[in-house]
């Protein structure tokens, strides 16, 4: 069991979620590995979803109770947790904050605080975080698939047919695209 310092509501409930649904070999190394990173206070992104702190830990909590009521009778508990809570950690480290100036309300500049992107690991987005992850635990090729396509569209058209052929193949895939999509998208 990994205890964290000054942990916030979303913290302690990734955690729980995570130690209760997820029992694979490699994993409490892994869990150790996320909570020395800003993956509990990094935003979901810059400014489409869950752009705040603590946004990605949020977001990935989310994806899990949607992809849980949305399909948990296809598939193992662990299974559900494992590509909904980690299928983001890619941006572990990612964003970092920055300032811009923006004129306030009586048309004077300020300097204001934003979100960008500092990619120190630019693999691409679902490899990224199935590399970070199979790097101290193992996934089954369902699940690697599953976090590897869970951007769908979001890819980009030269990936067109590799992503259907991947749904096809992995629907859990296609499950966790959608899941991410409403845990984006639907309040």
Sequence with gaps: MIL????????????????EFIHREGFDTLL????????FTAPAS????????????HHSIKVFHILKADVGNLYSDETLAIVSLLHDI???GYYVVSSRNVKDEHGKWKSVPYYTIDDQLPYGHGEKSVIMIMQDMKLTMEESMAIRWHMGAYEGDKV????????????????????DMKATYLK
């Design 32 to 39: 150790s590995n996320i909570t020395k990173t800003d993956f």
């Design 4 to 19: 964290l310092t000054n942990p916030t509501k979303d913290a302690i409930l990734f955690t729980r979620l995570a130690n």
């Design 46 to 57: 810059t400014r489409f979803h869950d752009s705040e702190e603590g946004g990605l830990c």
């Design 160 to 179: 067109w047919n590799t992503l259907s052929v991947a749904y096809n193949k992995f629907p859990l895939a296609l499950h966790l695209h959608i899941a």
């Design 90 to 92: 890619c941006k572990i």
